[in-house]
T-cell receptor, first 114, second 117 residues
Framework: EPEVTQTPSHQVTQMGQEVILRCVPISNHLYFYWYRQILGQKVEFLVS????????KSEIFDDQFSVERPDGSNFTLKIRSTKLEDSAMYFC????????????FGAGTRLSVL | AQTVTQSQPEMSVQEAETVTLSCTYD???????LFWYKQPPSRQMILVIRQEAYKQQNATENRFSVNFQKAAKSFSLKISDSQLGDAAMYFCAYRGGPTSGTYKYIFGTGTRLKVLA
């Protein structure tokens, strides 16, 4: 069964460094999402992406964050200058059609900012 | 703004017994979608069951069923014949309907389910 793949599974970085989290959505999916989950808290929406542009973003998704679909298969989340509070689990999700209303999630990338 | 509330941080159930996880939500929309996702220790988010608000019939998927009470804005998950593999964090999620202009999920805080052998 096709699945959403995220790499790396765990990323450790120093505060102020840039990180790129990578996702390979399911191949025929058209809508892409990033969510994050701070340890012990609920999953929060960051951004949605469709047709090579951001369709919606939350207030968390400030200028430090950006997303890109550079090559038609990968979907990346970049954090330009990481802060301690960016430490969280980041989940990528993809969806074939919004009419189906089912997002498929990857296993997540745990980001640890030291 | 829509909110999702899961009032049970943790629940326990004996293997083979039945357990119900609660979820309430707040919305002014009449058309929307509700989901239960399971997050085992591997942290992968797995869809358990989905309900469309315009459907009166409660969704079922094998041992999993929901009690959807639209007027009360309640969406509980019943797990029958609980198995050790059901132990996980369970998240309730809401998504607006086609006219809402948004496709994001709004999650509750989760309920950790322990299954006792």
């Amino acid at each position: 069964e096709p699945e959403v793949t995220q790499t790396p599974s765990h990323q450790v970085t120093q505060m102020g460094q840039e990180v790129i989290l990578r996702c390979v959505p399911i191949s025929n999916h058209l809508y892409f999402y990033w969510y994050r989950q701070i340890l012990g808290q609920k999953v929060e929406f960051l951004v949605s992406f469709y047709n090579n542009e951001i369709s919606e973003k939350s207030e968390i998704f400030d200028d430090q964050f950006s997303v890109e679909r550079p090559d038609g298969s990968n979907f990346t989340l970049k954090i330009r200058s990481t802060k301690l509070e960016d430490s969280a689990m980041y989940f990528c999700a993809s969806e074939r059609s919004v009419a189906k209303n089912i997002q498929y999630f990857g296993a997540g990338t745990r980001l640890s900012v030291l | 703004a829509q909110t999702v509330t899961q009032s049970q941080p943790e629940m326990s159930v004996q293997e083979a017994e039945t357990v119900t996880l609660s979820c309430t939500y707040d919305t002014s929309e009449s058309d929307y979608y509700l989901f239960w996702y399971k997050q085992p220790p591997s942290r992968q988010m797995i869809l358990v069951i989905r309900q469309e608000a315009y459907k009166q019939q409660n969704a079922t998927e094998n041992r999993f069923s929901v009690n959807f009470q639209k007027a009360a804005k309640s969406f509980s998950l019943k797990i029958s014949d609980s198995q050790l593999g059901d132990a996980a964090m369970y998240f309730c999620a809401y998504r607006g309907g086609p006219t809402s202009g948004t496709y994001k999920y709004i999650f509750g805080t989760g309920t950790r389910l322990k299954v006792l052998a």
